[in-house]
């Protein structure tokens, strides 16, 4: 399913190298996975992570406030050992608890910074009690600090990315009354999707990272509209024949915009960029190959445009346009569910119809139009 994804080098796949290596000298370490930290929202969640069979977690994420004992790390910067997770495991906590219904017993966590900043922890899991002795934590540095310049470099580069990109969204939307609130839902329509796919997907090829770049870069898809004069963006009717194939040129613009930003930027490879090359350039194929600008079909169109797709037509009918008045949920829904297969992706269609009340939930709460910027920083 995403194929498309294969050809870049994720952090994913890093981290299960780095893990690989570990396991020549250390079998008994079957998990490692990275957590990392939002302070504007306090959420900490997996970003990735390397699990020899079945994953204790997916997807796991919570307030750094309600998990006292990692919280008090964090502030501490001391590490943690559990050599029992079933008897020192702290009461109450969840994700100990499905640890050691995997088969873990003793773990080893480690907060990370950057200058100073807490970035998010490290987890080591052995299903061995008392694994990490003095002697294995002390080995265990080296693989740590090379997992945490990894994960810092990643993320430092998404974010200069995304500042830049800031920029040219800004600029795209200010004369458009697509307003941040409309980004700011279809971003969330888009995750949705993407972590309803995880969820049902055994071999676990749709991973946390891949997610959050969806939702990371989903609000980029129209950059390119920067490029389309007002009075086509801005006409209050229906375009043209000669209008509406100047419409289309945003894809283009945007792919420029994009490849720019990243030669700009020299993040020209990996997975993310790959994502927000994806989104931009193929967010208007169907999936019958009745869209622009290639025709592509099927798994033809990379995964994460087929779900930005679903999440930016959704939003689009159901709020008002300068040239068209916004549709009721329930006409939405219904052409979501017609078009599956044509339009849509039909998978994508399932997890928008599956999670309509959390759709609602997302409408509701990014109802308002004018928190553009306030909206946009709260995020990451
Ligand atoms: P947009 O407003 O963000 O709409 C995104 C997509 O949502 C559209 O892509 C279309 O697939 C879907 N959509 C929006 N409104 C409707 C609707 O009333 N009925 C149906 N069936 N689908 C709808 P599309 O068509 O490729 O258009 C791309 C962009 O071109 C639109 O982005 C909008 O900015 C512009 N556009 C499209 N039609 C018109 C128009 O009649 N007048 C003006 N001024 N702009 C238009
Ligand atoms: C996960 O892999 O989804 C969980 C991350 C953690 O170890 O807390
Ligand atoms: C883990 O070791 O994967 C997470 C356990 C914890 O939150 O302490
Ligand atoms: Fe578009
Ligand atoms: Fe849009």
Redesign the pocket.
Known sequence: MIETLSNTVSVQNQLQEIHASLKLERPEIGRIAVAIYDEQTDILKTFVHSTDGEAPFSHYEARLNQVPSLRDLALSHDVRVIDDLQIDGVSGSLHILRLVQTGYRSSYTIPFYDHGRFFGFMFFDSSVVGYFSEAVVRHLELHAHLISLLIINEVSRVTALRSAIDVARAMSHSR?E?TGA?LDRMARYARLIAKALADRDPGDAIDDEFVEYVFLYAPLH?VG?IA?PDQ????????SDD??TI??S?VSAGMGIVESIATGFNVGSGQHVEVLRNIVRYH?EAYDGS??LEGRAGAGIPLEARIVTVA??F???TTE????PA?TNDRAFD?LRDQAGR?FDPDCVDAMLGNRRRAEHIQTQFRSNNRFHEAYTEEL
Do not use: Q, S, T
């Open positions: 458009n697509e409309h129209d509209k389309i086509i963006l801005l006409k209050p009717k229906k375009l209008e509406f419409m289309k945003h208007h869209g622009y930016d037509v939003d689009a009918l346009r300068c040239y068209k549709w052409f339009r």
